[in-house]
Structure formats: structure tokens, C-alpha cells
């Protein structure tokens, strides 16, 4: 897209109380920039059986958080591991349930980059510059000016 430019200068006039003409001018430029494209993204993401509770395919073992039990030294922990590996549904908690169906599941497969997905690429520039000169005299002038700036993207 190409950008847009907007330039306008001339002499500084209030009616009745100023008239600059002659004496203090301005110059003032927009430019904005505005581009939109798209990027694809690949993501982990977690199994639809480890998101429900299911981590048999998993060589770790998955403790019951209930049937932790400190050893009698204070140093270490002892719990019962959930059978087979799989976590049974009724404690996971019903709020837990309604958030995973908003959570993609895999559609690559593997458990690594197994999830793309179309993404929008912004791009924003914004730029304003303002000048202003005054010749007081012959011998005296003044010039003053201000930049304003703003990028992003994502």
C-alpha cells in the first residue's frame, strides 16, 4: 500500500490579534503507512488425549495430588500414581473442562509443530512533523520544530 502524505505550509494569520504574513510561517507533513499481510504460525500443542486426562502414552507417571503423604524424614514425599496413567474425569474440575474447549487440538502430526495457523502481520507507521520560523528582524530568526513518530507491528 502506499503511503499517505499530507504537506501544508503557509503564513501564520489570527484575524484581529496576529497577522504573521511576512514574518512567521509554518510547514507541517503527515505521512501514515499501513501495510497488511499474513504469516503462518506453528505451535506444540497438547494431544486431545493428554487435554483429557489421558497421559498413558507418556513414560513419566502421573502422581495423585490427594495421596501425597510426607516421609517420615520431612525431606521427601511419597504419593500413589494414577492407574494406567490416566487421570479419571471426575476430579478434574467442570471449569477446566469448559476453558479446553477453547484450546486447539493437533492437526499435524507428532507432538512437536503440530498445529499451524493463519496469522494477520500489521504494519503501522505514523510520522508528523511540525516547523515554524519567525524572522523577527533582519538580524533575528527563529525556528522551532516539532516530530512526532509511532510504529508498530505484531
Request: charged share 20%.
Amino acid at each position: 500500500m502506499e503511503p499517505v502524505r499530507r504537506h501544508t505550509r503557509g503564513s501564520v494569520r489570527i484575524p484581529k490579534i496576529f497577522n504573521g504574513k511576512d514574518k512567521l510561517f509554518f510547514t507541517a507533513n503527515y505521512e501514515s503507512y499501513r501495510k497488511r499481510g499474513n504469516t503462518t504460525a506453528l505451535y506444540s500443542l497438547a494431544s486431545a488425549q493428554i487435554q483429557g486426562g489421558d497421559f498413558s502414552a507418556i513414560p513419566n507417571k502421573i502422581y495423585d495430588p490427594n495421596t501425597h503423604v510426607p516421609a517420615p524424614d520431612g525431606k521427601t514425599i511419597t504419593a500413589t500414581p494414577f492407574p494406567g496413567n490416566i487421570i479419571p474425569q471426575n476430579p478434574i474440575s467442570p471449569i477446566s473442562k469448559q476453558f479446553l474447549e477453547f484450546y486447539h487440538t493437533p492437526i499435524l502430526p507428532g507432538s512437536i509443530n503440530n498445529f499451524v495457523e493463519a496469522q494477520a502481520r500489521p504494519e503501522n507507521r505514523d510520522h508528523f512533523i511540525l516547523r515554524l520560523d519567525h524572522s523577527e528582524s533582519v538580524r533575528s530568526s527563529w525556528t522551532g520544530r516539532y516530530s512526532w513518530g509511532d510504529e508498530n507491528s505484531f
